[in-house]
């Protein structure tokens, strides 16, 4: 009953989601390798009150998919409370570009 039921609601228009959700939920948990899932809900209820022989039927797909891990960035807070990517406290060396384009004069062999 259920699998004829179920290709009926809505036109078909169910089974088409929850067969998109299936793949959505399946590349994202393959890519993220965390799980993932698919929720159906049916809800029934009667067309009106006193009829219990006609009803509404109404179908819901949710889908949980897997969150990929994020990296982390390190920061340091300044004195007045921002955030910068060097170490305010740590010294700066004076670094000096140096041409590659200039062969040395004489290599040395250190033992």
């Known amino acids: 009953m259920f699998p004829d039921t179920i290709l009926q609601m809505n036109n078909g228009a169910t089974v088409m989601e929850l067969s998109d959700a299936l793949e959505k939920v399946v590349a994202a948990v393959r890519a993220a390798g965390k799980s993932g899932s698919i929720t159906l809900t049916v809800?029934?209820?009667p067309?009106?009150?006193g009829s219990?022989?006609?009803?509404?039927?109404e179908s819901q797909v949710k889908t949980k998919l897997p969150e990929p891990d994020r990296g982390m960035t390190v920061?340091?807070?300044?004195?007045?409370?921002?955030?910068?990517r060097s170490?305010?406290?740590?010294?700066?060396?004076?670094l000096r570009v140096?041409?590659?384009e200039q062969s040395p004069k004489q290599l040395k062999e250190v033992v």
């Open 75 to 84: 920061f340091y807070a300044t004195e007045d409370n921002k955030l910068v």
């Open 98 to 100: 140096v041409d590659i």
């Open 52 to 57: 219990n022989n006609v009803l509404m039927v």
């Open 87 to 94: 170490d305010p406290r740590q010294q700066s060396l004076p």
């Open 47 to 49: 067309a009106s009150k």
């Open 43 to 45: 809800n029934v209820k």
